[in-house]
C-alpha cells in the first residue's frame, strides 16, 4: 500500500507501521486481527504487556497491530474511549496506541497514551486504518470505539 521496493529485492517491499506481506497490503503477522466497521461503534478492547515488569522500561516492544476496514469509499471514524494510567509521556515512548488515519500510512499515527485522551475522535482518509498497540513496560489496556464514519471531507480529527 504505502511501502516502498527493498533495495536488494524488488520483489518484496519495505512497508510502514501497521503493514505486512510481500506488498505492504496485509496486515502484519502476529497479535491482533482484522476487524469490519459498521455503521455502529464497535469497541476493540486490546491489553498488552507484562503485569509482573514492573515501571523500568524494556528495550524491546510487544506489538498488536489490528486493521479496521469498512468498504471502499467509506471513511472510519475511531475514538478512544480509555488507556491505562501512568504511562503517559511526550511521545508516547513506553506504551500507546497509534491511529493511523492519515492519508500517507507511510507516516507515523496519531499517538495516543493518557487517560486524558478518552473522547478523541478521528475519521480517516481511506477504508483501511491500520491501528498498532505497543508496549515496554507493564501492561496497559486501550479500549477504542469504530464505525464507519463520514463519506466527505469534513473533519479528521476532532
Not at 476487524?35 to 515488569?53: F, S
Not at 510487544?62 to 469509499?73: F, Q, S, T, V
Not at 472510519?76 to 504511562?87: D, H, L, N, P, R
Amino acid at each position: 500500500m504505502d511501502g516502498f521496493p527493498h533495495p536488494r529485492d524488488c520483489s518484496r517491499c519495505i512497508c510502514p507501521s501497521g503493514f505486512g506481506g510481500r506488498l505492504c497490503d496485509e496486515r502484519p503477522p502476529g497479535c491482533g486481527r482484522v476487524l469490519k466497521a459498521t455503521g455502529d461503534y464497535q469497541t476493540l478492547t486490546d491489553v498488552i504487556g507484562d503485569r509482573y515488569a514492573g515501571t523500568r522500561a524494556r528495550e524491546d516492544f510487544k506489538l498488536c497491530n489490528y486493521w479496521i476496514e469498512a468498504p471502499r469509499g467509506s471513511r472510519i471514524e475511531v475514538k478512544m474511549v480509555s488507556f491505562t494510567a501512568g504511562v503517559a509521556n511526550d511521545g508516547c515512548p513506553y506504551a500507546g496506541v497509534e491511529i493511523k488515519t492519515q492519508r500517507d500510512h507511510k507516516l507515523t499515527g496519531y499517538r495516543l497514551c493518557a487517560p486524558e485522551d478518552a473522547g478523541v475522535t478521528f475519521v480517516s482518509h481511506s477504508h483501511i486504518v491500520p491501528i498498532v498497540t505497543y508496549n515496554r513496560m507493564y501492561e496497559t489496556q486501550t479500549v477504542l470505539q469504530y464505525r464507519i464514519g463520514m463519506r466527505s471531507s469534513e473533519n479528521h480529527f476532532r
